[in-house]
């Protein structure tokens, strides 16, 4: 069996690379002048080093509100479930009353679509 030197991969996901990223970080200062990474052209983790920490400030602020919004859609389906039931049985009604007529339901808001259906 071959043996490799190593697959080192970068997560994709946002936040574990912001954690990995700490990490670089954080070793590379620790080596001060005898770090590995001075060598890399703009030592760009002077630049990358600061933002770190407000990159995962927002990042965990954004999964706070996602959270948030994955609560807010629950409670509005909730919501809407019946209010959608309502509309249903609205337009059944009146689609029915006005049988000979049904364009009459735009009086009442709902779109009527009264072009062929293709197959």
Known sequence: MAKTSGRITISRNTGQMLELAQKVHTKHVADGNNSQLRV???DPWQTAGPNI???IAK???????????EAA????????L????ALKSSRNLLKAL??????????WGFE???TTKKL
């Open 40 to 42: 890399l052209e703009g």
């Open 53 to 55: 920490a407000a990159a």
């Open 59 to 69: 990042h965990n602020q954004a999964e706070e509100l996602k959270g948030q919004m």
């Open 73 to 80: 859609y629950r409670e509005r389906d909730l919501l809407a």
């Open 82 to 85: 019946p209010i959608e039931e």
């Open 98 to 107: 006005n049988a000979k007529n049904p364009k009459r339901l735009a009086e």
């Open 112 to 114: 009527v679509d009264d």
